[in-house]
T-cell receptor, first 112, second 114 residues
Framework: SAVISQKPSRDICQRGTSLTIQCQVDSQVTMMFWYRQQPGQSLTLIATANQGSEATYESGFVIDKFPISRPNLTFSTLTVSNMSPEDSSIYLC?????????FGSGTRLTVV | GDSVTQMEGPVTLSEEAFLTINCTYTATGYPSLFWYVQYPGEGLQLLLKATKADDKGSNKGFEATYRKETTSFHLEKGSVQVSDSAVYFCALSVWGGSQGNLIFGKGTKLSVKP
């Protein structure tokens, strides 16, 4: 199955700043997903990123707040912009490979 | 829309007890069903999956059977261990068009006491 390298693994950020999270996949994949897991909650899909097209955002998530880049079939970034304490969550990327879904190890973000 | 409902936690069991975590789903198509596990401080790991009705997924002593008639995918284990303490997520995916993401239940936290 695909292997995803996600970084940073954790960060503590000041409110009003932005953080960019990177996911690198060891094989080419068409679809990449970004999820948010708020403390004690389940995973919620933020957006789907396909190479060569704009990301598709789920209800409640907007591009200005969570801009996504997908420059090629092995890499994507998610930026959390103008952060507030409510953005404190674990952010995960995921891909579909030949063997099914694989998840990155997650980025634990704390906004102070 | 498509959704997953799973048993509320937390669930606390003694070692060697029998475990059932209920999961039911609503889907317009023919979903694949999954159980994921998240150990404390770790990422999400696939525990087992089933892609069609009557399939049984199994791994590490855990089992779940895809029941189309009851739209269920309950997770079971005959004898839990302390090391099984984790949060368990039921999930589904329905392919078609631009879809392909997983839809997760809220998670069930399991604590196993020695």
């Amino acid at each position: 199955s695909a292997v995803i390298s996600q970084k940073p693994s954790r960060d503590i950020c000041q409110r009003g700043t932005s953080l960019t999270i990177q996911c690198q996949v060891d094989s080419q994949v068409t679809m990449m997903f970004w999820y948010r897991q708020q403390p004690g909650q389940s995973l919620t899909l933020i957006a789907t990123a396909n190479q060569g097209s704009e990301a598709t955002y789920e209800s409640g998530f907007v591009i200005d707040k969570f801009p996504i880049s997908r420059p090629n079939l092995t890499f994507s970034t998610l930026t959390v912009s103008n952060m507030s304490p409510e953005d404190s969550s674990i952010y995960l990327c995921s891909v579909i490979g030949e063997d099914g879904y694989t998840f990155g190890s997650g980025t634990r973000l704390t906004v102070v | 829309g498509d959704s997953v409902t799973q048993m509320e936690g937390p669930v606390t069991l003694s070692e060697e007890a029998f475990l059932t975590i209920n999961c039911t789903y609503t889907a317009t198509g023919y979903p694949s069903l999954f159980w994921y596990v998240q150990y404390p401080g770790e990422g999400l790991q696939l525990l087992l999956k089933a892609t069609k009705a009557d399939d049984k997924g199994s791994n590490k002593g855990f089992e779940a059977t895809y029941r189309k008639e009851t739209t269920s995918f309950h997770l079971e284990k005959g004898s839990v261990q302390v090391s099984d303490s984790a949060v368990y997520f039921c999930a589904l995916s329905v392919w078609g068009g631009s879809q392909g993401n997983l839809i997760f239940g809220k998670g069930t936290k399991l604590s196993v006491k020695p």
